[in-house]
């Protein structure tokens, strides 16, 4: 209602409008005239004065003439009169202004001369006052102009485009209306005649022209030079006209060229290359020509060019009702995308209309069929009432393939509406993916109504992110609410291609807003379709029940992901929290920790700046996802720049756009081709102090979530927490470290001690523990193990330091009481260096090594494998420096005396399998 008020208001400055009032005022003249003014004679009759038909005769009421009840037959169709009165028809021919009967008043005898047969007859004929059936008839010929004249107002009013198509379409429709007016009074009103044959010459070159330019122009501008020769020859053509030049029925040529050339402009368009709109367009039409002229065919034209009955009064009621098709199937082929919300009731007014016309035709041709065929006559009432109740019984379904029918027509669909919908109600519960919602929405749906392109976008709390796009490429960035709103506002409106603004939203025909709750979660968007380009209303309203059932779905993914999101940031807290647990590298933590971040907190590049202590400055440590080194050197102080501000600050800091906020970053030559868009610094603090800063950077504009930002705080607990015990670890590396060397050193001062106090073992000590070292790797000794034994063989004589210098330093021979005191120092040693935690896994060298394989040898008498493996190892390696080295009481042996030595003692001495390792390696 809201379009009628504003073309109302448009139109008052038109010219047009006046044309319309005028044309109105024009058409109820003459049907007023025809229907009350005009004498009713109850004789029906042609242009040619030959009778069609006698009202008066087949009335059963008080008014019929008293000799017809003696003789019906006094007329009869297809009489030719001669003379009405005193008007001769040839006088009338000359000059039709006379109309006949004029003057004469009901219940008056006039004189009419008839020919029947090639018989001329005379009878008299009493006028008599129209019957109900009679002025019913009357308004039923007005139904025939008066739609003409709405659809070119409608036109008028809603279709404002103001363009060739339009005046003509326009003009088409009043000229139509006041040609079937003046018409239909020809012979009631004066000089209607002469209105009738002038208009035909001036209306056939309208005709023309308006096929010519509907449904588009079919010849380019510059070769319209044959519209001026047309319009030329019709105003000719109507000058003969009115100075009587033309014979008196030359003017139906005039009316056969309008009709034919129209036809045939429309057909030869069949031939021509057609758009998808130009052919359903062209469709339309061909279907309102068809249906508005089929009842006149069947029930008046065809009768009456063979001589079989005259068109019954129902015919004739049916025939006048489907001429309104006729321009309201022209409207709506070429307007009906600009309609809007009046689309759908135009679409259903129209096949309702030509449902009802349809229907009645074939019950008219089923009663007229039957009553000749069967003859029935007493059983009629019954016959008519068995095939009424048929036919009420089989509209309903008839009505629906019907309409279906007519949106096949109409808008070149070929789905069924309720079978998408209940495929896709059974399909959506297994959509529990985005993945399968888009490939049926894609896929199924989309296809199903022939649209194109599509896309989906769903809302979020900072705007609304790309779900899924189809037919068409979009940037998967995110769109703010006010750059939406439009659309949404619009949304459930069909946009037509030439009212749409040249923005990123051009490609927009149709936008359906998701709704959840009250709420809007989504928004669906449509662009082209086959094949028109067009939505009808029935389909908007079938997108939006889709678009309901859409959005809880829509909703309920959303809500998965984002528990997904939260359970998958709760592992990558769990992954980080494991690094740090399993790993006390920085290095390697930090690696894990920026993966992390790059991968689940969907940033671009990442790095972690660090405090360091010493110069207070914030220094480059660790990065991810950067193109170049742009950031590897920097150096900040506290408060300087984003990451100094954060962590003097000890807040996190964001900044959306650094393209009008780049800050410190600027002072990097290397930054601008990064092509960061967003930023992020936040300070790593635990047990109260800073420890570094945690740096994210964005490519694309971003404003991140609530729930981003507490994971993102979690992360920079959790790189602190790792960045802590790295620290903490490397320093008791570092101390741990101090102290092994101080052990070492220690034991080494010891050994050292040892070889002085014995003058004949210096340097032995040395000399057994490297040897030891490489015999025991020869043997498979771990690094692990390496460490005991060195310091074993370090050791190896501690327990000398209980034996008296008296018996240690003697030169001569030992006693054997001496011997018992000298075979004391491994246990000596066992109980000097055992309650030293540190040294337990060393004593097996100093408290074993001088055992045997053979059992013999002391303290505790040990045999075999029951002897450590690193005092077996230790034994050999002992033997050789001893005996190939000086001593007080002896000189040194050779090496191959030492080596026969070694032979000998393999097996009793020595382990067998030690012996061969240790002699390949000293050869």
Not at 257 to 270: F, Q, T, W
Not at 476 to 487: N, T
Not at 747 to 775: F, K, P, Y
């Amino acid at each position: 209602m809201e379009k009628i008020k504003t073309g109302i208001r448009h139109i008052a400055d038109w010219p047009l409008f006046l044309i319309s009032v005028v044309t109105l005022l024009i058409c109820l003249f003459y049907g007023i005239a025809g229907t009350y003014i005009a004498p009713y004679s109850g004789i029906e009759y042609d242009a040619g004065w030959r009778i069609i038909g006698i009202a008066n005769c087949l009335n059963n009421n008080s008014n019929r003439p008293e000799w017809c009840a003696a003789d019906a037959d006094i007329l009869a169709a297809g009489d030719q009169m001669i003379s009405i009165g005193d008007l001769q028809y040839e006088d009338f021919l000359k000059n039709q202004d006379r109309i006949p009967f004029w003057g004469n008043q009901p219940g008056d005898t006039v004189s009419i001369s008839i020919v029947r047969n090639g018989s001329p007859q005379t009878i008299l004929w009493t006028l008599v006052s129209p019957a109900l059936s009679d002025r019913f008839k009357n308004f039923i010929q007005m139904l025939v102009y008066i739609p003409f004249w709405l659809a070119g107002t409608a036109v008028l009013i809603l279709i404002r485009p103001r363009n060739r198509r339009w005046f003509l379409l326009v003009v088409f429709n009043y000229a139509t209306a006041v040609y079937l007016a003046v018409g239909m009074s020809i012979s009631l009103v004066n000089f209607s005649s002469y209105i009738i044959h002038v208009a035909t010459w001036l209306i056939a070159p309208l005709y023309i022209h308006l096929h010519l330019e509907i449904p588009n122009p079919l010849f380019r501008p510059r070769r319209r030079v044959y519209l001026l020769v047309l319009y030329l020859a019709g105003a000719v053509l109507a000058l003969l006209e009115l100075f009587h030049v033309l014979p008196r029925q030359i003017f139906y040529l005039g009316l056969a060229g309008a009709i034919i050339g129209s036809l045939g402009l429309l057909g030869y368009r069949l031939l021509t290359r057609l758009s998808a709109p130009e052919r359903l367009a062209l469709r339309l039409m061909f279907l309102g020509i068809g249906m508005a002229f089929l009842p006149g065919l069947l029930f008046v034209t065809i009768p009456l060019f063979t001589n079989l009955i005259s068109p019954s009064t129902t015919a004739l009621v049916a025939t006048y009702m489907a001429l309104p098709l006729l321009p309201f199937f022209y409207f709506y082929a070429i307007y009906k995308r600009s309609l809007g919300e009046f689309e759908l009731r135009a679409n259903r007014a129209l096949s309702l209309y030509s449902f009802i016309l349809l229907y009645s035709l074939a019950v008219i041709l089923v009663f007229s069929i039957a009553s000749q065929s069967l003859h029935l006559a007493d059983e009629s009432l019954a016959f008519s009432l068995a095939v009424t109740l048929i036919f009420l019984i089989i509209a309903p379904g008839l009505r629906a393939r019907f309409q279906r029918w007519f949106d096949t027509m109409a808008y070149g669909a070929r789905h069924n509406p309720q079978e998408i919908v209940r495929e896709f109600a059974l399909q959506l519960p297994a959509a529990f993916k985005p993945a399968l919602l888009i490939r049926l929405l894609s896929r199924e749906v989309t296809p199903s109504l022939l649209i194109r392109e599509s896309a989906l976008y769903q809302k979020t709390e900072i705007g609304f992110s790309l779900f899924y796009a189809d037919g068409l490429t979009l940037t998967d960035r995110l769109v703010e609410v006010g750059e939406m709103e439009a659309l949404i506002t619009n949304a459930g409106r069909y946009r037509p291609p030439d009212h749409v603004a040249a923005d990123q939203w051009s490609w927009v025909r149709l936008a359906v807003a998701l709704q959840t709750g009250g709420k809007t979660s989504g928004v669906w968007l449509f662009g082209r379709r086959d094949p028109d380009d067009f939505y009808p209303h029935d389909d908007i309203l079938l997108l939006r029940t889709l678009g309901s059932q859409v959005a809880p779905m829509l909703e309920n993914l959303r809500l998965y992901a984002e528990t997904q999101s939260r359970l998958e940031r709760l592992q990558t807290l769990r992954d980080i929290d494991i690094t740090i647990s399993s790993s006390l590298d920085l290095h390697f933590t930090l690696e894990i920790l920026l993966d992390q971040v790059s991968r689940r907190s969907n940033v671009d590049a990442v790095d972690v700046l660090l405090l360091n202590a010493k110069t207070m400055l914030l220094e480059f440590m660790a990065g991810k996802g950067f193109h170049s080194d742009a950031l590897h050197h920097t150096h900040l102080r506290l408060g300087e720049g984003y990451a100094g501000q954060a962590a003097h600050e000890r807040r996190l800091i964001f900044i959306q756009n650094l393209d009008q906020d780049v800050g410190s970053l600027a002072r990097s030559p290397k930054f601008p081709t990064e092509h960061f868009k967003s930023y992020c610094a936040a300070p790593l603090i635990v047990k109260g102090q800073v420890k570094g800063v945690l740096e994210v950077f964005f490519r694309t504009a971003l404003a991140p979530d609530a729930d981003w930002f507490d994971f993102l705080e979690s992360l920079t607990v959790q790189a602190a927490i790792a960045i802590d015990n790295a620290s903490l670890f490397d320093e008791l590396q570092h101390s741990n470290a101090e102290l092994n060397l101080a052990y070492d050193t220690t034991i080494e001062g010891w050994s050292r001690a040892l070889d002085l106090r014995d003058e004949g073992t210096e340097g032995h000590t040395e000399r057994v523990t490297e040897m030891t070292e490489r015999l025991a790797r020869a043997m498979g000794m771990d690094e692990n193990q390496m460490v005991h034994v060195r310091r074993g063989a370090l050791l190896h004589d501690m327990g000398k330091m209980g034996i008296p210098d008296s018996i240690l330093l003697k030169r001569d021979a030992l006693s054997r009481e001496e011997w018992d005191v000298m075979r004391r120092h491994p246990l000596y040693a066992y109980e000097m260096l055992s309650p030293i935690i540190y040294l337990r896994q060393s004593l097996d060298i100093p408290y074993c090594h001088h055992e045997k394989w053979d059992g013999s040898g002391y303290p505790r008498g040990l045999k075999g494998d029951q002897i450590p493996l690193a005092a077996r190892v230790f034994a050999i390696v002992d033997v050789w420096d001893a005996t190939t080295s000086d001593r007080p009481y002896r000189l040194a042996w050779t090496k191959d005396q030492a080596r026969e030595y070694l032979l000998t003692q393999s097996g009793k001495h020595f382990d067998p399998q030690i012996v061969p390792v240790f002699l390949s390696i000293i050869d």
